[in-house]
């Protein structure tokens, strides 16, 4: 099964600082996908970023990039340049292919609260 | 502005009450979610419907009904729920695995529900 772990249940950085984000993973299967969602108060879930696991690049989104290190199993988010707009719930997630649609297992996630 | 749209936005019901939650997308997406998320915690799946048939059920109550009318809806009819079931309902859509490299899901802003 697959398994999905964020180890930081709250986090805060400096407007204008970079803040990363841990996510640590665990699967069998040799092909997978990593996703990172925000969620803000109103409670919609946001996509930010994917990184598949042949991805040969780390995967890079405007203010956002993943450190992918596939030995370790983790794929942590960067978030440069802080905004006080970029406080809220943020996930980790992995894909588990299923024969129809995309079966997403989340972390228990990370609430990151930007200081001005 | 999410392009997945969920009503209502808020709901309260009492346990004796049947209502339902809908959901709709317009993005051409054969795959349709219902996760359901308390306070503080990652959402958990529920159902997937995929070319309008059910296709996974995670040990849901039956107390939770899902139809998929078209390809385009998706629906969450509820009956006798408990105070426990209080929670967000998000829905989601995705395109199938073939066409999608990475298979994100988008998620609607979700149904908070409050039952009494």
């Known amino acids: 099964a697959q398994k999905i772990t964020q180890t930081q249940p709250g986090m805060f950085v400096q407007e204008k600082e970079a803040v990363t984000l841990d996510c640590t993973y665990d699967t069998s299967d040799p092909s997978y996908g990593l996703f990172w969602y925000k969620q803000p108060s109103s409670g919609e879930m946001i996509f930010l970023i994917y990184q598949g696991s042949y991805d040969q690049q780390n995967a890079t989104e405007g203010r956002y990039s993943l450190n992918f290190q596939k030995a370790r199993k983790s794929a942590n988010l960067v978030i440069s340049a802080s905004q006080l707009g970029d406080s809220a719930m943020y996930f980790c997630?992995?894909?588990?292919?299923?024969?129809?649609?995309?079966?997403?297992?989340f972390g228990a996630g990370t609430i990151l609260r930007v200081k001005s | 502005d999410t392009e997945v749209t969920q009503t209502p936005k808020h709901l309260v019901m009492g346990m004796t009450n049947k209502k339902s939650l809908k959901c709709e997308q317009h993005m051409g997406h054969r795959a349709m979610y219902w996760y359901k998320q308390k306070a503080k915690k990652p959402p958990e799946l529920m159902f997937v419907y995929s070319y309008e048939k059910l296709s996974i059920n995670e040990s849901v109550p039956s107390r939770f009904s899902p139809e998929c009318p078209n390809s385009s809806l998706l629906n969450l009819h509820l009956h006798a729920l408990q105070p426990e079931d209080s929670a967000l309902y998000l829905c989601a859509s995705s395109q199938d695995r073939v066409r999608a490299r990475t298979g994100e899901l988008f998620f609607g802003e979700g149904s908070r529900l409050t039952v009494l």
């Open positions: 997630a992995m894909r588990e292919v299923m024969e129809y649609g995309n079966k997403l297992v």
